[in-house]
């Protein structure tokens, strides 16, 4: 199983990005899928979590800007960060439960005031 996440870079408060995970060795259309985030110091937290059904979860302090979405046709899910603030900055994680926790390898996402 493999976790491929792609999409941080550096931004300035207010900017936007995608970040994308694409899974292989899974059958990905019945995991759920989530995006967490660890910033320097901190404990890894969940960002936002999409079922295999499409319902979604947030955590409180992204709600209403980010969207977590998929598509199992690519086996892949994204996570669009609008109006970022320099808080969100972290390394994002994707994340799926099959039979055990797998963990993409990390993008970092750093946004300057």
């Known amino acids: 199983v493999q976790l491929q996440a792609s999409g941080g870079g550096l931004v300035q408060a207010g900017e936007s990005l995608r970040l994308s995970c694409k899974a292989s060795?899974?059958?990905?259309?019945?995991?759920?899928m989530d995006w967490f985030r660890q910033a320097p110091g901190k404990q890894r937290e969940l960002v936002a979590s999409?079922?295999?059904?499409?319902?979604?979860n947030y955590a409180d302090n992204v709600k209403g800007r980010f969207t977590i979405s998929r598509v199992n046709a690519e086996n892949t899910v994204f996570l669009q960060m609008n109006s970022l603030k320099p808080e969100d900055t972290a390394v994002y994680y994707c994340?799926?439960?099959?039979?055990?926790?797998?963990w993409g390898q990390g993008t970092l996402v750093t946004v300057s005031s």
């Open positions: 994340h799926a439960f099959f039979w055990k926790d797998y």
């Open positions: 060795g899974i059958i990905f259309r019945i995991v759920n």
């Open positions: 999409i079922t295999s059904g499409g319902s979604l």
